[in-house]
Nanobody, 134 residues
Framework: EVQLVESGGGLVHAGESLRLSCAVS????????IGWFRQAPGKEREGVSC??????????????SVKGRFAISSDNAQNSDTDTVYLQMNNLKPEDTAVYFC?????????????????????WGKGALVTVSS
């Protein structure tokens, strides 16, 4: 069974930082990629960032709204069946307030893509709430 579990959300002030974690287990595929998405109240879910779990090629995607502030990384399982993907969020702004989801798909995260489409994901976590106060 594939499981994605987010953690690390919370309430911070503008300018502060948070690190989200996504524990990925049971996910097997030819190419494994993980994406971070967020959804604010009344808005469509949007892609924030993605990374490839099985290629150490430096490819990362970031939405323009988070470039230079957010960083995605992964800690691939060595002696366990769980990989962890992190989203380091610095200089947070009130407009970053949303529920953040991680998602997995059988495919490749190309850092040159224009956007990350939530419709292409195979598995989802339940989300973690991030609230940034002004």
């Amino acid at each position: 069974e594939v499981q994605l579990v987010e953690s690390g959300g919370g309430l911070v002030h503008a300018g502060e930082s948070l690190r989200l974690s996504c524990a990925v287990s049971g996910f097997t595929a030819d190419e494994r990629a993980i994406g971070w998405f967020r959804q604010a109240p009344g808005k469509e879910r949007e892609g924030v960032s993605c990374i490839n779990l099985d290629r150490d090629d430096g490819n990362r995607y970031y939405d323009n709204s988070v470039k230079g502030r957010f960083a995605i990384s992964s800690d691939n399982a060595q002696n366990s069946d769980t990989d962890t993907v992190y989203l380091q969020m610095n200089n947070l702004k009130p407009e970053d307030t949303a529920v953040y989801f991680c998602a997995a798909w059988n495919g490749y995260c190309d850092g040159r893509r224009d956007y990350l489409n939530y419709r292409g994901m195979d598995y989802w976590g339940k989300g973690a709430l991030v609230t940034v106060s002004s």
